[in-house]
């Protein structure tokens, strides 16, 4: 499909000078090439984006609403074509592929509905006669970046709220899955909205990041990526003074208090520990299992990751993908040999899947007697690597939990009330799941706190970011 499509700008597909190839990471081989966008392209992208805004805030709020809700229509009858995507460009399970899709669906409902609700409110002046008025307002154009592990519902997290807002936006998504950005805005289109609403580019950091944040028109600036991507961000940001928000990395404590129902606890944890090959940033990765539990977890764990069956994401049978590509295989191996290394029990896995003439396939890998100061639990191992250790009281698991600079996602399994509400309160993160992992949703704010990034996606507080706040002092 590449061939057919390539960059999006003003409301027409066009194809650049340049090409970006894409490969399988289930096959190594070739999936196509891609258009990739000069620096006049994305100026370009920029320019249209600029004439589409005047045009999005007139619409007004219903306006937006059905076109938001006409897109979601169109994006629900593609569906398995866009699934399928996914699991081509990324190597996921087909079923995790399907799911994230209707999420990314989820994500233009909620936000039609929205649009609907962008509420001022209005203010008794102390001047005789007097009133403030606060209103919202579209903030501008809106750079968004989105990273390759969740083509769908990243590039869906930004696009619709901005929308919603009435903002404009030029989306950048990784360069390693064009084609499911490109199903996306295919969709958009139904939405009938101006040429130059939604804008797509892909290639190099000079010829797309540059131009966008170098453009004072471009108000605002969305990313999912590092943290250190993130930072750069910022610094770059500075010198045009736009509005910044980011979904960074994690690197997720997960404790198992000894009142927690193990089995249960098992039951979501393998497979929300391996999904998309651990390539997740609030996947669990740090366990801290109490000493009562710990034996018993570890072997369970251990029986279950070795079981789970490896292959392309398109294959019926496959619970876990390969890795994006060749580079994430080297550094997981790296995490992996360096807790070995270090005293760390290889339970299960640790080494290049056996049986692939092809393919990034790493095993399901459970690491045990694990310490806080070895780098699977200092840094975010981004893989299909478990690290357990284990702890004696509340207090110690609360403690080491929290000694991240990260702060993206936290879980707890407890069938006390009290604990968990403790729990809640003393975990520093900016989502907490308790006995669940489920923790993205259209309804509710998604986002973390400290080193893993600011603002919110999801929820009420997910427009907010593109949104100004204006104060009129109106005397009669």
């Given at each position: 499909m590449?061939?057919?499509?390539g960059?999006?700008?003003?409301?027409?597909?066009?194809?650049g000078?340049?090409?970006?190839?894409?490969?399988s990471?289930a096959?190594?081989?070739?999936?196509?090439?891609?258009?990739?966008?000069?620096?006049?392209?994305?100026?370009?992208?920029?320019?249209?984006?600029a004439?589409?805004?005047?045009?999005?805030?007139?619409?007004?709020?219903?306006?937006?609403?059905?076109?938001?809700?006409?897109?979601?229509?169109?994006m629900?009858?593609?569906?398995?074509?866009?699934?399928?995507?996914?699991?081509?460009e990324t190597?996921?399970?087909?079923?995790?592929?399907g799911r994230?899709?209707?999420?990314?669906?989820d994500?233009?409902?909620?936000?039609?509905?929205?649009?609907?609700?962008?509420?001022?409110?209005?203010?008794?002046s102390?001047?005789?006669?007097?009133?403030?008025e606060?209103?919202?307002?579209a903030v501008?154009?809106?750079?968004?970046?989105?990273?390759?592990?969740?083509?769908?519902?990243?590039p869906?997290?930004?696009?619709?709220p901005?929308?919603?807002?009435?903002?404009?936006?030029?989306?950048?998504?990784?360069?390693?899955?064009?084609?499911?950005?490109?199903?996306?805005?295919?969709?958009?289109r139904?939405?009938?909205?101006p040429?130059?609403?939604?804008?797509?580019?892909?290639?190099s950091?000079?010829?797309?990041?540059?131009?966008i944040?170098?453009?004072?028109?471009?108000?605002?600036?969305?990313?999912?990526?590092?943290?250190?991507?993130?930072?750069?961000?910022?610094?770059?940001?500075?010198?045009?003074?736009?509005?910044?928000s980011?979904?960074?990395?994690?690197?997720?404590?997960?404790?198992?208090?000894?009142d927690a129902?193990?089995?249960?606890?098992?039951?979501?944890?393998?497979?929300?520990?391996?999904?998309?090959a651990?390539?997740?940033?609030?996947?669990p990765?740090?366990?801290?299992?109490?000493?009562?539990?710990?034996?018993?977890?570890?072997?369970?764990?251990?029986k279950?990751?070795?079981?789970?069956t490896?292959?392309?994401?398109?294959?019926?049978?496959?619970e876990m993908?390969?890795?994006?590509?060749?580079?994430?295989?080297?550094?997981?191996?790296?995490?992996?040999?360096?807790?070995?290394a270090?005293?760390?029990?290889?339970?299960?896995?640790?080494?290049?899947?056996?049986g692939f003439?092809?393919?990034h396939?790493?095993?399901?890998?459970?690491?045990?007697?694990v310490?806080?100061?070895?780098?699977v639990?200092?840094?975010?191992?981004?893989?299909?690597?478990?690290?357990?250790?284990?702890?004696?009281?509340?207090?110690?698991?609360?403690?080491?939990?929290?000694?991240?600079?990260?702060?993206?996602?936290?879980y707890?399994?407890?069938?006390s009330p009290?604990?968990a509400?403790?729990?809640?309160?003393?975990?520093?993160?900016?989502?907490?799941?308790?006995?669940?992992?489920?923790?993205?949703?259209?309804?509710?704010?998604?986002?973390g706190?400290?080193?893993?990034?600011?603002?919110r996606?999801?929820?009420?507080?997910?427009?907010?970011?593109?949104?100004?706040?204006?104060l009129?002092?109106?005397?009669?």
């Amino acid at each position: 499909m590449y061939q057919n499509f390539g960059l999006f700008i003003a409301g027409k597909w066009q194809h650049g000078d340049q090409t970006v190839p894409v490969r399988s990471p289930a096959t190594e081989m070739p999936l196509g090439e891609v258009a990739a966008a000069s620096t006049s392209d994305t100026q370009r992208a920029i320019e249209a984006a600029a004439l589409a805004l005047p045009q999005l805030r007139e619409m007004g709020g219903f306006a937006r609403a059905d076109a938001l809700h006409r897109i979601a229509d169109e994006m629900n009858a593609r569906a398995d074509e866009a699934a399928r995507m996914i699991s081509t460009e990324t190597g996921k399970p087909l079923a995790q592929s399907g799911r994230e899709w209707v999420l990314s669906v989820d994500q233009f409902r909620w936000y039609a509905e929205e649009a609907r609700r962008i509420y001022g409110r209005v203010v008794e002046s102390r001047v005789p006669g007097g009133r403030f008025e606060i209103t919202k307002e579209a903030v501008g154009i809106v750079g968004a970046f989105t990273a390759w592990n969740f083509p769908a519902s990243l590039p869906a997290r930004k696009i619709a709220p901005a929308l919603a807002a009435g903002c404009p936006v030029v989306l950048r998504p990784s360069s390693q899955t064009p084609g499911v950005a490109v199903v996306m805005v295919d969709c958009i289109r139904a939405g009938w909205l101006p040429d130059g609403a939604v804008n797509l580019v892909v290639g190099s950091t000079a010829d797309t990041y540059g131009p966008i944040m170098a453009d004072p028109r471009v108000r605002k600036v969305s990313l999912t990526g590092s943290t250190r991507v993130g930072q750069q961000m910022i610094r770059d940001a500075a010198d045009t003074v736009k509005k910044v928000s980011m979904e960074l990395g994690g690197n997720a404590p997960c404790i198992i208090f000894d009142d927690a129902d193990l089995g249960a606890a098992l039951d979501v944890c393998v497979p929300s520990k391996f999904g998309n090959a651990g390539q997740v940033c609030v996947t669990p990765d740090r366990f801290f299992v109490h000493d009562s539990l710990h034996d018993e977890f570890v072997t369970e764990f251990t029986k279950r990751a070795a079981a789970l069956t490896l292959g392309d994401g398109l294959e019926d049978a496959t619970e876990m993908g390969p890795l994006i590509n060749a580079g994430r295989m080297t550094e997981v191996d790296a995490i992996v040999q360096d807790a070995i290394a270090a005293g760390a029990k290889l339970e299960t896995g640790g080494k290049r899947a056996a049986g692939f003439n092809a393919g990034h396939f790493y095993e399901p890998t459970v690491l045990s007697n694990v310490t806080d100061d070895m780098r699977v639990f200092a840094e975010e191992n981004f893989g299909p690597i478990a690290a357990i250790s284990r702890f004696s009281d509340d207090d110690e698991a609360l403690t080491r939990a929290n000694a991240s600079t990260m702060g993206l996602s936290a879980y707890a399994f407890t069938q006390s009330p009290e604990r968990a509400r403790r729990a809640v309160a003393t975990l520093k993160s900016g989502m907490v799941g308790i006995n669940s992992f489920a923790l993205a949703a259209s309804e509710a704010p998604f986002g973390g706190t400290n080193y893993s990034g600011l603002g919110r996606e999801g929820g009420t507080e997910g427009i907010e970011d593109y949104l100004d706040t204006k104060l009129s002092q109106i005397v009669f």
